[in-house]
Each structure stands twice: as structure tokens, then as C-alpha cells.
Nanobody
Framework: QVQLVESGGGLVQAGGSLRLSCAAS????????MGWFRQGPGKEREFVAG????????KYADSVKGRFTISIDNAKNTAYLQMISLKPEDTAVYFC?????????????????WGQGTQVTVSS
């Protein structure tokens, strides 16, 4: 069974930075895509970034391009989301997700495996 465990959330001032981690276990992930989604108060879950397990392909939501960077450490089975220049509108619960494919998709329904989420709060 795939397990995803996020960490690294917290409270930060606008303009600050955070790095989220997603530790994956339970499978061989060479043919997986890892994604980060977020869900703000009263909002639907939205795609933030995705990466193929090889790291060869990445995709970002327009709202985070240039500020967020997704990466992966294959040796540690861990995906990361480096976030800089954070804004209050980035406040949300951030979820790590995985899907068995080599294609990055942006719909939450395309991902079968999910972590429990980590809260990111950006104060103004």
C-alpha cells in the first residue's frame, strides 16, 4: 500500500519561504507521478505542481510559476515543494498525491494516493 507523509508546513509572513516534503513508501515509484495540491478555506482542491519520478518533466499552476519549485530525491523516495515569495492567498492545506502514470495530470481525481495534508498559513 502506498503511503505518503507530508511535513514542513507552518506559519510564515508574506514574502517568506517554506519547503514541504512528501515521503513516499510502499511501492517502487519509478513509473509514478508525484503531485502537490492545495485546498484553501471554502475552496476546491487545486493543482499546484507535478513531477515525474525521474524528475524529467514538471508542471506548475500559473498562480505559482516562478515562486514554487517541485523536485524529487529518488534515493530518499521524497518529493519536495520549495515555496518562496509566499502570499496570503497561498494559505491552504497542502496535499501530496501520487498516480501510476508517466503523465502529469492536474485533476485531483486522476490521483489515487494521498497524504494527510499539511497546513500552510501566510500572514499579511
Amino acid at each position: 500500500q502506498v503511503q505518503l507523509v507530508e511535513s514542513g508546513g507552518g506559519l510564515v509572513q508574506a514574502g517568506g519561504s517554506l519547503r514541504l516534503s512528501c515521503a513516499a513508501s510502499g511501492r517502487t515509484f519509478s513509473s509514478y507521478v508525484m503531485g502537490w495540491f492545495r485546498q484553501g478555506p471554502g475552496k476546491e482542491r487545486e493543482f499546484v505542481a507535478g513531477i515525474t519520478w525521474s524528475g524529467g518533466s514538471r508542471k506548475y499552476a500559473d498562480s505559482v510559476k516562478g515562486r514554487f519549485t517541485i523536485s524529487i530525491d529518488n534515493a530518499k523516495n521524497t518529493a519536495y515543494l520549495q515555496m518562496i515569495s509566499l502570499k496570503p492567498e497561498d494559505t491552504a492545506v497542502y496535499f501530496c498525491a501520487a498516480r501510476t502514470s508517466l503523465r502529469i495530470r492536474t485533476m485531483a481525481s486522476d490521483y489515487a494516493f494521498w497524504g494527510q495534508g499539511t497546513q500552510v498559513t501566510v500572514s499579511s
